[in-house]
């Protein structure tokens, strides 16, 4: 199961990537293996040495009891703090976004791909819609020879 931010790569130039542990509960894991995670409107901020995911969605567990979770909790992610340190760097001095492109298990363990990401325009916006319809005609001409 994998739960993918689409909008990412629409409103971002991703630079780079990571991958990164989340601290959960058990409801929230039960979510996940679902499919009932939203990945939309989040983003991580460094804060103390310590990176936070905001504004993710994890739907309540049909079958949890008083024991389920906050749909919108900040959930800590586990990364080296060498990786911290270069993220909140360039976050602080650059400008860059860290932005979540999608979550995923390894092992039975749910990890999620972050991405340091910088802002796109709306002419950039647009010149990716183009290459995207010119993409799937090339495709789409080729199918048919």
Request: proline share 1%; charged share 30%; glycine share 6%.
């Amino acid at each position: 199961m994998e739960i993918l931010n689409r909008q990412a790569t629409y409103n971002y130039f991703v630079e780079s990537t990571y991958e990164a542990g989340l601290v959960l509960t058990g409801t929230e894991i039960k979510s996940i293996r679902n499919g009932k995670c939203n990945l939309k409107d989040s983003y991580v901020i460094i804060k103390n040495n310590e990176a936070y995911l905001l504004n993710t969605h994890i739907a309540l567990y049909d079958k949890g009891n008083i024991f389920n979770h906050d749909e919108k909790r900040t959930r800590k992610l586990l990364l080296h703090k060498k990786e911290i340190l270069k993220l909140g760097d360039k976050v602080n001095t650059q400008g860059y976004t860290i932005i979540p492109l999608k979550i995923y298990f390894v092992n039975g363990k749910a990890k999620i791909l972050i991405g340091l990401c910088k802002g796109k325009k709306n002419y950039d916006k647009k010149e990716t819609l183009k290459e995207r319809d010119i993409l799937r005609e090339i495709n789409k001409s080729n199918k048919f020879r």
